[in-house]
């Protein structure tokens, strides 16, 4: 059974316009797989609709072999996890934070567990907002863990983070994905050839291919997506070091 | 439980008896000590009347819509995620209000088993008001239902507004009673309004405070609080209900006290913090003893009159909210 | 004896002959009876039959027990058993044992000079116990006996609530003006122990302790003041009310709006306090005024019947419609009120209707200036401003139902038909 199935999604925020037009995919390992695309390109409205978030008019949707329609909100809290990509302002210690993951189970003790994982213990009684942006993504994962769902959706998780940071990022996600299914939109190829397993590559409101590792940029497709247009073309290539196999 | 937050549960707690205190003691009559003490324990007399048929039931009262407001003020900056919005921000007191001028245009004297037209109108519309809420957040998303809710809150304000223009044509009390009534304030407090008024006061409280989980994870964003579970349609309809009844019933028993809703949750969140169960049981207790503070002021300042509780909070909150203001935009924290 | 002690001597008998010997007290109500006929009268000349007539007995005056008590708005129970007959009036009660002649008030025993006997099965019995059972006085005079006494009242207010008021009450609020005055007029103000803060008039009520404004009295206060009765008129809140009666105090709501209904207040009032009979000459005094006014209104033919304009506030402008108090005066007064089809009680004033009504007269009910109000806009056209007819007048004469309406009347009738002024 495919832990995520999606056949022919479609999506628009108006009538007549699509964001999203007979996608389909799926996931049935664990493991950290990506969707790449342009900015806009309907990533992060494919996730809202994966949490419910959103609505879906046409096509199905199966998480675990269900269709999505017949799972409640509160059962499909425990099976996926959800990250936004904006990180957002919380005058809490991250210890309540960190709890969130619980929820609406009470489950105070294993905070310190959770912490323990992604070292941040010693950051618990403090204000989630006086911490750095790194730390606070450090923190919003660790609820992740503590959601201890088997499917994790996660925004942009290297946004506004670091080298440093985004390294250690990239490393929480694949302990993450040791047991899980953890399912990231990024745009940032050299995060996406170092953690992914498999790229879903979105363009135009559906999925066009899905790729493995090395060499992203060499792809033409790859380069096709992000809308390289002649007068850009040697900018970019420039710009990302691309080699000409 | 942090140590702030006992510490400061402990010193709320001993102002409120202190003020309780005060209330029973202090009036526009004198009544000497011994006196006092003997009165609380015997019946009768005209000092044990003062103190338990006139005294005891404003404290009570302030003290239970002090409390209402709060928490009704709370919930409201916690949904619209805005420091600055009060519990008449939904138009419970001009749907009330409402209420009151058709009543007194029937005739305000008219009662039904001892409840006065006016109050039984008063409550009627707040609470259709209230369902009217109810079923708007429940049918349009998160976004849109806030948005709508604020319109709806404007709206009723303006068709009051019109109503009492169009009645006071045809009889002039209409204008002038429904503004006494808003202004009433505690000097005609009854035990019976008390015990009616308590019952939410309890209800709304154990709600809130089963729910503060909800409402902190709800403070941090809408698709956070969806991820996890929490049905943001519910949870804010939820939560308005219970915010536009705890302001029902407190308009409905002393009118519309201005303030107190909107600066009580500030000053708790300034004593122990953002966190919603903490700060709805501070903001709760600070609200029950500022409350009977500014009646004890309003009925006791003056010699022979009294003067409406609005003033008092009004001249008292102001000057404060001001302080606030300065002081929470050098912190940069201008926070909800 | 020195001539100072002589003096003091003189002034102590004086004074024990005041304090022993009842005085009729001319304010209060009364039965009057006479010997000759079997009847009697109150103090409003309404006549009261008797089963036989009052009897002159070794200088005892005896009437029928049962007529006179019940008449009073007492209860008279019988009890053939014990041959007991008891006694109630408002919060006093009394019994009377027909066999042995005993009679008791309040629980003591009281001394009858004669006997009370039974004649065609009706008691009669000395005046003097009906008296101290009303805990009244009496005054006799050859055949001629008045009892004066506290009648019960009993009734309804505004409201619709019943009051009892069983004794004379002594100690009197009043929250409202109007009722101040009329307090004052009858002879009650000895008796006011509290008022709100705005009775003014007569000046002796300055003097008076002030228990707050007309929709927020402090309950305290009045509380404080023990009183028997309070007066309060319409615009006192309801919740005010209920608060001072579940404190066990009576309230009286008044609320007249005509002539009429202020002469059945003033009645009232005079009831409730005990002054009837201040009251019915109140009363009666301003109905001959107001009946000399009528006539000279009636004097002037219909076609010559002046308009006028009633200014009660000059931003908005407001004037006074058909239902008002305000209203009732101008037409009695022989005037036509330029406003009196304008809708609401209040109506807000359009100048241009004003200025083509074309008043003879304008009042000023407030403390405004006369200059400007000339030089408004197109007013110059106007009649009353022309012929310099603008007058500005106590509002509190008008405004407030009282014993001083009918100076109002006649102030208006001057202005329309009487006096020049402005």
């Known amino acids: 059974m495919d832990y995520l199935n999606i056949k022919h999604l479609n999506f628009g925020y108006l009538k007549d316009s699509f964001v999203l037009k007979d996608l389909s995919f799926f996931i049935s390992d664990y493991g950290v797989y990506i969707l790449l695309g342009r900015n806009g390109s309907g990533k992060t409205t494919l996730m809202k609709i994966l949490i419910k978030y ?43 934070v960190i709890s969130w993951g619980f929820y609406p189970y009470g489950n105070g003790g294993n905070v310190k567990s959770v912490a323990e994982i992604l070292h941040l213990d010693n950051l618990l009684c403090k204000d989630f907002n006086s911490l750095s942006t790194g730390e606070k993504k450090r923190v919003l994962l660790a609820r992740i863990f503590a ?76 380069i096709n997506i992000f809308g390289v247009d002649e007068q850009l073309k040697p900018h970019f290539k420039r710009f990302f070091r691309i080699k000409r196999c | 439980m942090d140590k702030k937050f006992k510490f400061y549960l402990l010193v709320i707690s001993f102002s409120l008896v202190l003020v309780a205190v005060v209330s029973l003691l202090f009036g526009q009559i004198k009544i000497p000590f011994n006196e006092f003490l003997s009165a609380l324990l015997k019946r009768g007399g005209r000092i044990h009347s003062i103190i338990f048929d006139i005294r005891l039931p404003r404290f009570l009262l302030s003290s239970a819509v002090g409390a209402m407001l709060a928490l009704s003020g709370l919930v409201m900056q916690t949904i619209f995620r805005n420091p600055l919005v009060d519990p008449y ?20 004297g008219i009662t039904f088993f001892g409840i006065s037209l006016a109050s039984l109108l008063a409550f009627v519309f707040s609470l259709v008001l209230t369902v009217l809420l109810a079923k708007i957040s429940t049918r349009i998303n998160a976004e849109r239902s806030r948005a709508a809710i604020v319109l709806l809150g404007i709206a009723i304000a303006y068709l009051l507004s019109a109503f009492n223009n169009f009645l006071s044509m045809f009889k002039r009390e209409v204008f002038l009673e429904s503004t006494f009534w808003s202004l009433r304030g505690f000097s005609n407090a009854d035990i019976s309004q008390f015990l009616f008024a308590f019952p939410f006061l309890i209800i709304g409280f154990l709600y809130i405070i089963f729910h503060s989980k909800e409402m902190n994870i709800y403070l941090s964003s809408d698709i956070t609080a969806h991820s996890l579970g929490i049905n943001l349609r519910w949870f804010i309809s939820t939560m308005l209900v219970f915010a536009a009844l705890l302001t029902s019933v407190s308009v409905v028993v002393s009118g519309s006290i201005i303030f107190i809703g909107l600066f009580v949750p500030h000053i708790g969140r300034i004593l122990v913090g953002d966190e919603r169960k903490k700060l709805a049981v501070i903001s709760t207790l600070v609200g029950a003893t500022i409350m009977p503070l500014f009646d004890f002021i309003a009925r006791s300042a003056l010699p022979s009159q009294e003067i409406p509780v609005n003033v008092i909070a009004s001249l008292i909150g102001a000057p404060f909210f001001i302080y606030l203001f300065f002081r929470m935009r050098d912190n940069g924290l201008f926070k909800y | 004896m020195s001539v100072f002690k002589k003096t003091l001597l003189v002034l102590l008998a004086l004074s024990i002959i005041f304090a022993v010997v009842p005085r009729a ?17 109150d103090t409003f000349g309404k006549m009261y039959a008797l089963p036989h007539r009052p009897i002159v007995k070794d200088g005892d005056y005896l009437v029928p027990l049962r007529a006179v008590v019940e008449a009073a708005g007492g209860k008279v129970a019988y009890i053939p058993k014990t041959h007991l007959v008891k006694l109630i009036y408002g919060e006093r009660y009394a019994e009377v044992a027909l066999l042995s002649g005993k009679g008791s008030v309040m629980g003591r025993d009281f001394y009858f000079a004669t006997k009370p006997f039974v004649i065609k099965g009706r008691t009669i019995i000395s005046i003097g116990f009906i008296a101290k059972l009303f805990s009244g006085s009496v005054f006799i005079r050859n055949s001629q006996c008045v009892l004066n006494f506290y ?65 927020n009295p402090s309950i305290e206060k009045i509380f404080a003041l023990n009183p028997d009765v309070v007066f ?191």
């Open chain 3, 151 to 215: 009648r019960i009242f009993s009734a309804k207010d505004v409201l619709g609530n019943k009051i009892l008021i069983k004794k004379e009450p002594n100690r009197i609020v009043s929250l409202a003006p109007n009722l101040t005055e009329i307090l004052f007029a009858i002879g009650a103000g000895s008796k006011v122990v509290g008022v709100s803060n705005y009775s003014d008039f007569p000046k002796a009520a300055l003097s008076k302790p002030k228990v707050g404004g007309f929709f």
């Open chain 3, 232 to 422: 309060v008129a319409r615009g006192t809140p309801l919740t005010t009310i209920n608060k001072l009666k579940s404190l066990g105090i009576d309230v009286f709501v008044s609320d007249p709006h005509n002539i009429s209904d202020i002469y059945d207040l003033i009645l009232t009032v005079g009831k409730i306090t005990g002054n009837v009979e201040e009251g019915v000459k109140l009363v009666s005094k301003m109905k001959s005024e107001e009946k000399k006014i009528l006539e000279s209104v009636s004097k002037i033919p219909i076609g010559k019947r002046k308009k006028v304009y009633v200014e009660i506030w000059n931003n908005p402008k407001m004037s006074v419609g058909k239902n008002t108090f305000i209203d009732s005066l101008i037409k009695e007064a022989g005037g036509i009120n330029i406003a009196e089809n304008a809708k609401g009680n209040w109506p807000v004033m359009n100048n241009e209707a004003i200025i083509k009504a074309n008043p003879d007269v304008i009042i000023l009910l407030y403390k405004g200036n006369i200059n400007k109000v000339k030089s408004r806009p197109g007013w110059n056209t106007i009649s009353a401003v022309k012929n310099n007819k603008i007058f500005i007048e106590n509002p509190d004469i008008f405004e407030r139902p009282g014993p001083r309406i009918i100076e109002a009347l006649k102030i208006l009738f001057d202005i329309l038909y009487g006096h020049t002024g402005g």
């Open chain 1, 54 to 96: 959103l609505p879906y008019h046409k096509g199905s949707v199966k998480i675990n072999g269900t269709e999505l329609s017949s799972i409640s909100l509160h059962d499909l809290s425990k099976n996926v996890a959800f990250l936004e990509s904006e990180i957002p302002m919380i005058s809490l210690k991250v210890r309540e």
């Open chain 2, 89 to 108: 921000f939904l138009g419970v007191s001009s749907a009330a209000q409402l209420g009151v001028s058709i009543a007194i245009v029937f005739g305000a």
């Open chain 1, 147 to 222: 959601q201890n769902s088997k499917i994790v959706l996660i925004d942009e998780p290297f946004n506004f983070l670091d080298p440093y940071y985004q390294t250690e990022i990239a490393l929480i996600l694949k302990k993450l994905a040791e047991n899980r299914v953890v399912l990231i939109s990024t745009h940032n190829l050299d995060a996406a050839q170092f953690v992914g397993k498999k790229i879903f590559l979105l363009d135009n409101g559906r999925i066009i291919a899905e790729k493995t590792g090395e060499n992203l940029f060499s792809d033409d497709l790859i």
């Open chain 3, 25 to 41: 007290n001319a304010s209060s109500y009364f039965f009057k009876f006479t010997s000759e006929k079997a009847e009697f009268v």
